[in-house]
């Protein structure tokens, strides 16, 4: 569903890409894991098509990065992009407006579950509740792939395993969900491929239970002995 051919990516004098190589099939729940300034955010930048200056290839569905590509993709940023003045329906209103594949009846069911009141306005809404609700948005989606980034980063422990269950829950199991994070030891169970970047290259790209097997160890202690100071 998603191939990257040598693709590279500088700032200035930094390389945020090395040559990366990748293919990722539907099906799959798949971390993209790595320390700060590993290049994970400039690859979901990539693969959603903020990021147009880089060389090598990226295709989706055998086709360049486009209106193609973005109309398969459901993305959550790591940080909130709906503006304060919006109530939660507004951002539905206009999630309706701009997405064909939007459920509204799988949003208001993950409103209900997620603890939130729509007609609440963002500005007002916490940093763990807006989190909440624009990962609501992007599931209800009926995407092929989900390009998740930090998704429980802002959210408190308690409600970690909920948000987990909601990503679990509300893709199709023909898709593709892609999840860049730093909360290994929390999230890694839903992980059935891994990619460790590291200084902008890839170093590790498997199935979880094999590396499980080869290294006899979990994912965030492999993580850890990659990648310690």
């Not at 993709?73 to 407006?97: C, R, V």
Request: aromatic letters at 6%; proline letters at 2%.
């Amino acid at each position: 569903m998603i191939e990257l051919k040598n693709v590279s990516k500088h700032y200035k004098q930094t390389e945020a890409l090395k040559n990366v190589s990748l293919s990722l099939k539907p099906g799959q729940i798949v971390g993209i894991l790595g320390p700060n300034g590993s290049g994970k955010t400039t690859l979901i930048k990539i693969l959603n098509g903020l990021l147009r200056d880089y060389s090598g290839e990226v295709l989706i569905e055998n086709q360049g990065i486009g209106v193609h590509s973005k109309s398969l993709i459901s993305y959550l940023p790591d940080q909130t992009y709906l503006a304060n003045w919006m109530t939660g329906e507004k951002a539905i209103d206009l999630f309706k407006d701009m997405y064909s594949d939007f459920d509204e009846s799988r949003m208001r069911d993950l409103l209900s579950k997620l603890k939130l009141d729509s007609k609440q306005s963002i500005k007002t809404m916490s940093k763990g509740m807006k989190e909440r609700f624009q990962l609501a948005l992007v599931m209800s989606r009926k995407a092929k792939i989900y390009i998740l980034d930090e998704p429980i980063g802002g959210v408190d422990p308690a409600a970690r395993e909920l948000i987990l269950n909601t990503i679990l829950d509300n893709y199709a199991t023909d898709s593709l969900v892609i999840i860049s994070t730093h909360i290994i030891s929390e999230i890694e169970q839903i992980f059935d491929t891994v990619v460790f970047l590291k200084e902008g290259e890839v170093v590790l790209c498997d199935d979880v239970d094999q590396i499980r097997s080869t290294h006899n160890k979990s994912i965030d202690e492999l993580f850890k002995e990659i990648f310690k100071c």
